[in-house]
């Protein structure tokens, strides 16, 4: 009997999920996370929740690890310190950056530190035209001797980025042999290893992020390694990326700048499963942890890849899911700011000391705190009763910020609930509204630790119908790691117009990226039954700044592809913009090939109805306030693991579950489905 394990490492806490092969049975496991070293939270968490199954890592065929390393090495700017090489006269790009300003009225508004300082930037003599061929080769005696001053400045990581370095690689190549014969304790990052697409800020800022970030991640994934082996591990762990796919360790300690959403993007993964399975083919995703709020959409069971993004100030070009996240979790902290009002957030009690009620010498209160207080969550004890929490504690913290507010304790509390929940609708909004999508024509899944503790007040803030909470919400980012494929995304920019002059050009580079996905395919081991790969390409109008990505059918690239193409990105613009620009050119910049290999993932059999009446899952009755009511309202207590299909509960009520708890307001009902999911819903 061989066993699954999914772990995803968070902010605040490390969630497990164990699947048994051959009965198709879930278990789920929670430890507290160890931010000094992640890696004891991790083998903490395998092994206890092995332990709940009478298990040990040597039964396992598969672990899959989600985590944030990568994240909180550059949020909190603890990476090495890092070196660049350049094309001669872009020594400042990297601060120049692109005439882009997101705080465009704010006059005191702090760009994001600079990464690697000016003076471990060097430039040396090459050029490549604008068609891959050499104008200046490169200067390898300058080069060399750049490396030698960089050596004496103790750098630990190099990126290497030249003028067009995606469309011939020549130069960046001999520059990497060179730094390996004068630097070969030095971490490298190539800009055509790390992101080859055009746009050279972009693709200049992902190589940088990937040098400062490489040496964290590979010593993290080598004590990581040396604790799982001591524990008995003995297959290949794997790792997750942005894009929601695995890939090995080893991949991932060279390619971080991959892993940067790691744990969110497999939350995606698992709701995208139980969307497909119970029925929901449009779902925006609400992930709610300690620290943070995810949100994604899925349109048609899909959601969109995107090939760039700012990750906190810095812009990213790496295949990621579309997962936008705001600063507004269970530890988010609330203040009072200058002028008087009410924030909450982006700062967070994280794991340690936590919340106000956790009693582990935090003072200012969170939202959990605040739920604590109105008794939303349990003010005795969380976590199936593994952690004890101090409401007297939570309501003393509270009571100072309502002193501050001129507020009783109650409103305030609840203000910080009705604050929270507007900087969580707003993050949806920017991924519906703001991309031509309704939320009202969608349903919203909430997981994460906190997601359904808030779900039902979001759901109304947006008019949505109906709210999903899966079985196991507090732990589906782990899950997701036992839904997921191995996966690998391969790129290859090329700017050619939408007709027949450019069938050739794209037809060979799709054959390079597929070269490419079968040395991959290869390396990883991947039997040929078992490899899929997926062509998009990113489309604009020309003259247009930025593309769409459509999906390039299978099959030869013919004159009818382009028909097709041409109908998929006037769809999409018309979907993102409102309108079709008839008679203008389209242009294909970039060409993209998925490689996955399809993996055994666990499987969820449905359940027969039992019946609508709940009453045997109730286990108490607590006063909670409702700020409907204005006062604290009655509310019935279910217990999740005593549900079964068909069970009907009727709000005001609470469930409670060992990773989460779910409010049900007084005008929702709560129904569960034959795959456990408990679906809320306005009564009719």
Known sequence: MAWRIGVDSGGTFTDVCLFDEDSGKVEIWKVSSTPDDPSRG????????????????????FLGHGTTVATNALIELRGVKTGLIVS????????????????????????PEQLVSRDLRREVPERMKYDGTIDVPLDEAALRAELRELAGQDIKSLAVCFLYGFLNTEHEELAKRVIAEELPDVFVSTSHDVAPEFREFERLS????????????????????????????????????SNGG???FDTAANLPVRTVLSGPSTGVVAAQAIGKMSGFDNIITFDVGGTSSDVALLQNGVCQLTGEADVHGYPIKAPMLDIHTVGAGGGSIAHVDSGGLLKVGPRSAGAHPGPVCYGLGSTEPTVTDANIVLQTLNP????????????????????????????GVMESAQGIISVVTANMAKAIRVISVQRGHDPRDYALMAFGGAGPLHAARLARELDMG?????????????????????RADFA??????????????????????????????????????????????????MGQNYELSVAVPAGPITPETFKALEEGFEAAHRQRFGFVAEGEQIQLVTLRLEAAGVVNKAQFKPQPVEGHDASAAQIDTRDVYMAEAGDFVSC???????????????????VEQMDTTTVILPDMSGTVDTYLNLILEVKA
Do not use: H
């Open 466 to 486: 109906k709210v999903i909470v899966p079985l196991t919400p507090g732990t589906l980012c782990a899950l997701g790691l036992l839904l997921t494929d191995l």
């Open 88 to 111: 001669d006269g872009f020594r400042d790009l990297l601060e120049i950056g692109r005439q882009k300003r997101p705080n465009l009225y704010d006059m005191n508004a702090e760009k």
């Open 42 to 61: 991790i083998t903490t968490g395998v092994v206890e929740g092995l332990d709940q199954v009478g298990k040990t890592a040597k039964d396992l065929s």
């Open 492 to 541: 290859i920019s090329r700017l050619l117009p939408l007709d027949d002059s450019a069938l050739a050009s794209i037809d060979a580079g799709f054959a390079d990226l597929m070269g490419q996905a079968g040395a991959w395919f290869d390396a990883e081991e991947i039997s040929e039954d078992r490899r899929v790969m997926t062509r998009t390409a990113d489309m604009r109008y």
């Open 246 to 248: 695995v890939i090995g």
């Open 380 to 407: 005795v004890e969380i976590l199936g009763g593994r952690m004890k929490v101090r409401r007297d504690l939570a309501v003393a913290s509270v009571q100072r910020l309502a002193d501050k507010l001129g507020l």
């Open 636 to 654: 019935a207590v279910y217990a999740r693991d005593r549900l079964r299909p068909g069970n009907v509960i009727q709000g005001p009520a609470i």
């Open 206 to 241: 992902t190589t940088v992020v990937n040098a400062y970030l490489g040496p964290v991640m590979q010593r993290y994934i080598r004590r990581l390694k040396e604790n799982l082996a001591e524990i008995g591990l003995e297959i290949a762990p794997q790792l997750t990326q």
